[in-house]
């Protein structure tokens, strides 16, 4: 039964949970913008190096090998630019699975502890009632579990296709700017 302490520990429990969620949102927001000014940054003195490169150019072959040159470590860095969003989203993931986690975990325990109340306490006949809903219960946290270890089996999969095919792009490109130049 709910009463006015549990009330009052339920709704700190409930800040406190949003205030870390909060946080973690933050902290990957702060993140996020860090690794965006760091490309921005990067991607301007590539710029103004090309820039300054193509201003002293007196030849059309100068011309070509510049811009040639520039798409390697602009591809690179966006790789590595995506990669590093990708890991602070996966870290956020993690952080937020690890603050709801107990949440969910003591969820389910007082929903054990109500439907033992509801079996021990129903008429004659209610312990099928409370069986149904166990099993129900059971196979709802089964369905769960399963779908995070497929989807965890997907993001790994997808990962590692991902990293590959953004591997190959950077070294045909790195080919091609050769050949180029």
């Known amino acids: 039964m709910m009463t006015k302490d549990t009330l009052i520990v339920s709704h700190g429990d409930a800040l406190d949970t949003l205030s870390g969620l909060v946080g973690i949102g933050f902290d990957a927001t702060a993140r996020l913008n860090v690794l965006s000014l760091d490309l921005f940054r990067a991607a301007l003195k590539d710029h103004v190096a090309l820039l300054s490169g193509l201003s002293t150019a007196r030849e059309p072959k100068t011309v070509l090998a510049l811009g040639a040159g520039s798409i390697e470590p602009a591809l690179t860095r966006a790789v590595g630019y995506l990669r590093a969003c990708y890991g602070v989203a996966s870290e956020m993931g993690e952080s937020i699975n690890a603050l709801l986690a107990p949440k969910y975990a003591a969820i389910n325990k007082d929903l054990d502890k109500a439907i033992e109340h509801l079996s021990a306490n129903t008429p004659v006949g209610g312990e099928v009632i409370a069986s149904a809903l166990k099993s129900a219960v059971s196979a709802t946290h089964s369905a769960i579990e399963d ?10 999969l997808s990962e590692a296709n991902i990293n590959k095919a953004a591997d190959a792009a950077v070294k045909a490109t790195a080919k091609a700017a050769k050949k180029v130049a």
């Open 147 to 156: 779908a995070a270890k497929t989807t965890r089996t997907v993001v790994e």
